[in-house]
């Protein structure tokens, strides 16, 4: 299968923005094993900005924009150096694709990303992506960013024509309110269909180190299910899950893209 994770700030740091050493170690180990069962993977991975944060001993997330440019600008480097040092342990080679709106809104530019992402895949490798958040702004009126990585991830796995997106988040996926605060909000297994119920659902952002929520994992899933493609909102913090995600087991919220696709659609 051809699969597109997302990892989120929130699985790769801890709130002081350094590196959460143990969960990125386990979860590599889990994405280099799914590799060297013959799937095809693609990361996108968050916390440039985040990983800035703790290297440049920043006290929070910054607010203005050149700080947070300067951020991704040395966390993007940080992040690969993570990547690439953990990935050799296995003998993966990763590589950095970095891109903008304007990548994807215009055809020939994504086009050409594409041409890449095969042509990486083709060689074994494993292309990591993010947004260039050191040149992509947003002022007033004039966006360049596609803003966070959830829909990025969406938008990455319809290029690549991915079967499976997974969202690693920091809750184990939809519920029917925000189970941080409501002890009686219920788990959602499985969604064929983003109604607008299902859209009130979402309240709220995320943690303050990344920049998604719910509203913007919804976003995604629309995205991805138009394209045929599944998608599951999982919990990060347990890499191991993600195994018995691929097998089609459910774990998380997974939103049926393509009928059969994963040829387990008993549970609504
Ligand atoms: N591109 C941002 C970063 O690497 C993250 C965006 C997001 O968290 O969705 O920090």
Redesign the pocket.
Same mark, same amino acid.
């Given at each position: 299968m051809k699969i597109i994770i997302k990892i989120?700030?929130s699985t790769l740091a801890h709130m002081t923005g350094h590196l959460n050493i143990r969960h990125v170690e386990e979860l590599v180990k889990v994405l280099a094993d799914l590799k060297n069962a013959g799937h095809s993977l693609v990361l996108v #991975? #968050?916390? /440039?900005?985040?990983m800035g944060v703790g290297k440049l001993n920043l006290a929070n997330r910054p607010d203005d924009m050149p700080t947070k440019q300067a951020a /991704?600008a040395v966390?993007?480097c940080e992040l690969m150096y993570t990547y690439d040092r953990l990935f050799a342990q296995y003998g993966h080679t990763v590589a950095q694709v970095l891109l903008t709106r304007d990548d994807v809104d215009d055809a020939e530019r994504k086009r050409n990303f594409e041409n890449v992402m095969s042509r990486l895949m083709e060689l074994g490798v494993l292309p990591i992506v =993010?947004?260039n %958040?050191a040149v992509a702004t947003d002022e007033v009126g004039v966006s360049t960013t596609i803003g966070? =990585? %959830?829909t990025l991830s969406a938008i990455v796995a319809g290029c690549v024509g991915a079967d499976l997106l997974i969202l690693l988040s920091d809750i184990d996926g939809l519920y029917t309110s925000d189970p941080r605060k409501d002890p009686d909000a219920a788990f959602i297994p499985v969604v064929h269909e983003i109604t607008p119920e299902i859209e009130a659902l979402a309240g709220g952002a995320g943690s303050a180190l990344? #920049?998604?929520g719910m509203t913007t994992k919804l976003k995604a899933a629309k995205i991805a299910m138009e394209n045929g493609c599944d998608m599951v909102i999982a919990n990060g913090q347990k890499p191991e899950t993600l195994y018995d995600i691929v097998e089609g087991n459910y774990t998380g919220t997974r939103f049926i893209g393509s009928i059969g696709n994963m040829g387990k659609e008993s549970e609504t």
């Open positions: 989120g700030t #991975s #968050s916390g /440039a900005i985040g /991704a966390g993007q =993010n947004e %958040d966070e =990585n %959830d990344g #920049s998604g």
